[in-house]
């Protein structure tokens, strides 16, 4: 199946190198200059993932990351010229699911691509796998095949990432997860240290969930240790 991949970025050209090494992938490529361009795209074609830049005229990626995640759970690359902390923070906070600092190696943004396609589209599956493509949990309910989440039959909605850490934490309750544990069997790569992915991602589960679920919690910290489910 082709993937449908928009690059959003004001600088023709970042925006073309990515786009020679995409194409070389064999994607389909749709580019926007700026963030009323991209979500004119959103609304009249399939994307399969956004690579997105932060820093445009207009209106800037952040936002445009916000008004994406109003309609869809679309997986979104995050480009910024700033390396701080608070901006990675800030852009996984809005609903990014990677982020990258420019300038960048575009083969390990071919890399990136790949891995949160995989996950959109996959899903994580080693040893933890449930018995079943469907867990349910008390009032929750997380179907593998439709990738899709319900608390007393509302739906919540998850980015892929989101998702994909529900899963692998739901499939084995009581089991605590490190946040190396998770980076690694979800991001499929290497985890560094002060690398702040997970918690971010955990945070923003949390925040969904609990709305749903009238302030239940779910996912527990196991402090120093790492993070569970408990039931």
Same mark, same amino acid.
């Given at each position: 199946?082709?993937?449908? @991949?928009?690059?959003?970025d004001?600088?023709?050209?970042i925006a073309?190198?990515?786009?020679?090494?995409?194409?070389?992938?064999g994607?389909?490529v749709f580019?926007?200059?700026?963030g !009323? %361009?991209?979500?004119?795209?959103m609304?009249?074609?399939v994307?399969?993932?956004?690579?997105?830049d932060?820093?445009?005229?207009?209106?800037d990626?952040?936002?445009v990351?916000?008004?994406?995640?109003?309609?869809?759970?679309? /997986? @979104?690359?995050? #480009?910024?010229? %700033?390396?701080?902390?608070?901006?990675?923070?800030?852009?996984?906070m809005?609903?990014a699911?990677?982020?990258?600092?420019?300038? !960048?190696n575009?083969l390990?943004l071919?890399?990136?691509?790949k891995?949160?396609?995989?996950?959109? !589209?996959?899903?994580?599956?080693?040893?933890l796998?449930a018995?079943?493509?469907? @867990?349910?949990?008390?009032?929750?309910?997380i179907?593998?095949e439709?990738?899709?989440?319900?608390?007393d039959?509302?739906?919540?909605?998850?980015? /892929?990432?989101?998702?994909?850490? #529900?899963f692998l934490?739901?499939?084995?309750?009581?089991?605590?997860?490190?946040?190396?544990?998770?980076?690694? #069997?979800?991001?499929?790569?290497?985890? !560094?240290?002060?690398?702040?992915?997970?918690?971010?991602?955990?945070?923003r589960?949390?925040?969904? #969930?609990?709305?749903?679920?009238?302030?239940?919690?779910? @996912?527990?910290?196991v402090?120093g240790?790492?993070?569970?489910?408990e039931i």
């Amino acid at each position: 199946m082709e993937r449908h @991949i928009l690059i959003v970025d004001d600088d023709d050209k970042i925006a073309k190198l990515i786009e020679i090494y995409l194409l070389n992938e064999g994607y389909v490529v749709f580019k926007a200059e700026n963030g !009323f %361009k991209a979500l004119e795209i959103m609304q009249n074609e399939v994307i399969h993932l956004v690579v997105l830049d932060i820093m445009m005229p207009g209106m800037d990626g952040i936002t445009v990351c916000l008004k994406i995640r109003e309609t869809n759970m679309t /997986p @979104i690359l995050m #480009l910024s010229a %700033k390396d701080g902390d608070m901006d990675k923070i800030t852009g996984l906070m809005t609903g990014a699911d990677d982020y990258m600092v420019k300038p !960048f190696n575009p083969l390990e943004l071919v890399a990136r691509v790949k891995s949160l396609l995989r996950r959109a !589209f996959y899903s994580a599956q080693p040893a933890l796998t449930a018995r079943d493509h469907l @867990i349910e949990l008390g009032s929750l309910q997380i179907d593998k095949e439709t990738h899709s989440v319900r608390v007393d039959d509302r739906p919540v909605k998850l980015t /892929p990432i989101e998702f994909s850490i #529900l899963f692998l934490l739901a499939s084995q309750p009581g089991r605590v997860f490190s946040s190396e544990d998770i980076f690694e #069997l979800i991001w499929k790569d290497k985890y !560094f240290e002060n690398n702040n992915s997970v918690t971010v991602h955990i945070s923003r589960l949390r925040d969904k #969930l609990e709305k749903e679920m009238r302030g239940e919690k779910l @996912i527990r910290t196991v402090w120093g240790v790492g993070y569970k489910i408990e039931i």
